[in-house]
């Protein structure tokens, strides 16, 4: 499974940005989605995960209701959209895919970078204040 991340930029503190994460070489609707997030010099963190239906999704605290994670099965495509951006939003974003992670696995599956399988090459998305 090969993952690609696009979207990222430079945006202002307070703008918004939409990134996607398009999959190939695997069967899309089979794999729970999620996005993590590296900022300089901090450990990778957890953003944003969706279940393989997209019937569920999980958020960091930091990111709850600014951020929305959605998939489009048939392009097989999840995207990342980010409101109200903060300077502390400022991170390299990678897409990851779980083959294994379904219902009714608990959040704290879903935020754990050791339970997905493949992941993407990351998008650099930088918030100016």
């Known amino acids: 499974v090969q993952l690609q991340a696009s979207g990222g930029g430079l945006v202002q503190a307070g703008g918004s940005l939409t990134l996607s994460c398009a999959a190939s070489g695997g069967t899309f609707g089979s794999y729970t989605m999620a996005w993590f997030r590296q900022a300089p010099g901090k450990e990778r963190e957890f953003v944003a995960a969706?279940?393989?239906?997209?019937?569920?999704?999980y958020y960091a605290d930091s990111v709850k209701g600014r951020f929305t994670i959605s998939r489009n099965n048939a392009k097989n495509t999840v995207y990342l959209q980010m409101n109200s951006l903060k300077a502390e939003d400022t991170a390299v974003y990678s897409c990851?895919?779980?083959?294994?992670?379904?219902?009714?696995?608990?959040?704290?599956?879903?935020?754990?970078?050791?339970?997905?399988?493949?992941w993407g090459q990351g998008t650099l998305v930088t918030v100016s204040s």
């Open positions: 990851a895919a779980s083959t294994n992670l379904s219902p009714p696995y608990g959040r704290s599956r879903y935020v754990d970078a050791d339970e997905y399988d493949y």
């Open positions: 969706i279940t393989r239906s997209g019937g569920t999704t």
